[in-house]
């Protein structure tokens, strides 16, 4: 009888944290990166469909609207964008922005990993998450001069990671979430 009301407390629990966990995902869209491929079409226009992808400028050029920067927005945000664009051509323009690829969510991997290369962020990515990844350290890796290279708006930044004390449970903070463009250093 008790194994019985334990088994039911814990899938009740997870149930509630599965539940939260879906709604705090819903409150944050994705925004559009550099090397997003995106799939825009209109309503009733079959030639006004185009797959275009994010240039390295933050921006896609589309038929009529010309060159329109969607770096940082959401598809909705997207879709209104070049749906202004659109209206001297078009009365009511119905547009539509699917997000085909997020290649340009990545981090980088670099250094004494058994697999060095580009790490696709499909969701919000740990150091560990990345390095798990990457295969793990290898056996010659210094473990204590782990760092995430990030850019900031004052240039770069070079944040220590304390693997062997993150391993162990200590120093969790330095367990940071990546950024798109970071690159994790193993020397």
């Known amino acids: 009888m008790k194994i019985k009301t334990l088994l039911w407390l814990i ?65 909705t945000e997207a879709e209104k964008k070049i749906a202004e664009k659109l209206k001297p051509y078009l009365p009511d323009p119905q547009v539509s922005v699917v997000i085909a690829n997020i290649a340009g969510n990545q981090a980088h991997v670099l250094g004494k990993v058994l697999k060095p290369g580009q790490v696709l962020m499909t969701g919000p990515m740990t150091v560990l998450d990345a390095l798990s990844i990457a295969g793990g350290l290898d056996k010659f890796a210094d473990k204590n001069g782990i760092k995430v290279i990030r850019k900031t708006p004052q240039g770069q930044k070079a944040i220590p990671i304390y693997y062997d004390q993150l391993i162990r449970g200590e120093r969790l903070e330095s367990n940071i979430t990546l950024n798109p463009g970071d690159t994790i250093v193993v020397p």
């Open 11 to 75: 899938i009740g629990q997870l149930f509630l944290t599965s539940i939260s966990i879906a709604n705090a995902d819903s409150s944050q869209s994705y925004r559009l990166r550099q090397g997003d491929l995106v799939q825009v079409s209109v309503w009733g226009e079959d030639k006004l469909q185009k797959e275009s992808l994010v240039l390295p400028d933050g921006s896609i050029t589309y038929p009529l609207a010309g060159r329109v920067e969607i770096v940082g927005l959401t598809s």
